[in-house]
Every structure is written in C-alpha cells, then in structure tokens.
C-alpha cells in the first residue's frame, strides 16, 4: 500500500491551495481516508475525513467552512481543498487511510495507512 501526498507550497494568507492523495494497493472507496497535519514541535492533528461507508465528511473546527474534501473513485485519490489559508494552517499534511469506527474518525493511530506528507507554509 502507497498513499502519495502533493500540492503543498508556499502561498500567502488568504490564498488558495490544493491537495491531492493518490493511492497504490487500497482502494479509497473501502477505506475512510483522511488529512492529518504536523505543525513544528506540535503532535499530528486531524482536519478532515472522508468516510467509506455512506460518503460523510469530517472536518475540524479550525478549518471548517474554509477546507473541503473530495473523493473521486475513477482515480482513487482524494483531495482537500484550502480556502482563506491563514498563517497558522503551516504545517506538513500527510493523508492517511483506514477503517476506525465513525466515533474515532478523527484518531491518527487508527488510520494503517500514511503517505508522506507534503509541506503547506502560509505567509503572512
């Protein structure tokens, strides 16, 4: 199992960046995939999911109304989309997949599967 992360960069507070998460050897639809970001020194946090099962999305209270998540089955991958990015969204976002029960969708340990992340800095 391969989970690829890309689109970070560098992008300035109030702007726009995309995510994506393709896959090798796990198909997204029998999965819940999620987004986690780092930040330095920080532990993982969750931002957003996006379930296998009925296609419910999560999202966390700091981003929510500003990321969406997206899953297209065609090309087994997932996407997040940043809007209003804000200086404290820097960190390395990492997608991950996995099957937890919906109470614990938004616990890392309990996603089997990462990707490397990708590095989303937001200047000010």
């Known amino acids: 199992v391969q989970l690829q992360a890309s689109g970070g960069g560098l992008v300035q507070t109030g702007g726009s960046l995309r995510l994506s998460c393709a896959a090798s050897?796990?198909?997204?639809?029998?999965?819940?995939v999620a987004w986690f970001r780092q930040a330095p020194g920080k532990e993982y946090e969750f931002v957003a999911a996006?379930?296998?099962?009925?296609?419910?999305?999560y999202y966390s209270d700091s981003v929510k109304g500003r990321f969406t998540i997206s899953r297209d089955n065609a090309k087994n991958a997932v996407y997040l989309q940043m809007n209003s990015l804000k200086p404290e969204d820097t960190a390395v976002y990492s997608c991950?997949?996995?099957?937890?029960?919906?109470?614990?969708?938004?616990?890392?340990?309990?996603?089997?599967?990462w990707g490397q992340g990708t590095l989303v800095t937001v200047s000010s």
């Open positions: 991950a997949a996995g099957r937890p029960i919906t109470s614990a969708t938004m616990t890392p340990n309990l996603y089997g599967n």
């Open positions: 050897g796990v198909t997204f639809r029998y999965y819940t």
């Open positions: 996006f379930r296998w099962s009925g296609g419910s999305t």
